[in-house]
């Protein structure tokens, strides 16, 4: 089991930036791969971006490549999200992923993960 526990978020204008951490634990840490899924009200839950837990690959979704740092620190057991440039549409619950023997090609697919945080709000005002 792994367990997963975001912090950051909150309330940002546009154009801003946060950091969203996601602290991990459990017996069967590490895992393969992480990851962050963002899900707006009435809407699915999409993939943002993953990493290799191992080498650090990393991966983004179109819709945030260039704006959004996928990040980790193995001594910490934390995934990192940097989002910078946000924009309103960047508004959702933000949820961190592990997937404990999951390999990269599919690192964006939701079903390839088998532990999920609580979530985690960010608004982006504009």
């Known amino acids: 089991q792994v367990q997963l526990a975001e912090s950051g978020g909150g309330l940002v204008q546009a154009g801003g930036s946060a950091r969203l951490s996601c602290a991990a634990s459990?017996?069967?840490?590490?895992?393969?791969?992480m990851g962050w899924f963002r899900q707006a009200p009435g809407k699915e839950r999409d993939f943002v971006a993953g990493?290799?837990?191992?080498?650090?690959?990393?991966y983004y979704a179109d819709s945030v490549k260039g704006r959004f740092t996928i990040s980790r620190d193995n001594a910490k057991n934390t995934v990192y999200l940097q989002m910078n440039s946000l924009k309103p549409e960047d508004t959702a619950v933000y949820y961190c992923?592990?997937?404990?023997?999951?390999?990269?090609?599919?690192?964006?697919?939701?079903?390839?993960?088998?532990?999920w945080g609580q979530g985690t709000q960010v608004t982006v005002s504009s």
């Open positions: 992923a592990a997937s404990q023997f999951g390999t990269w090609p599919g690192i964006n697919l939701r079903f390839k993960y088998d532990y």
């Open positions: 459990g017996r069967t840490f590490p895992v393969n791969i």
């Open positions: 990493i290799t837990w191992s080498g650090g690959r990393t």
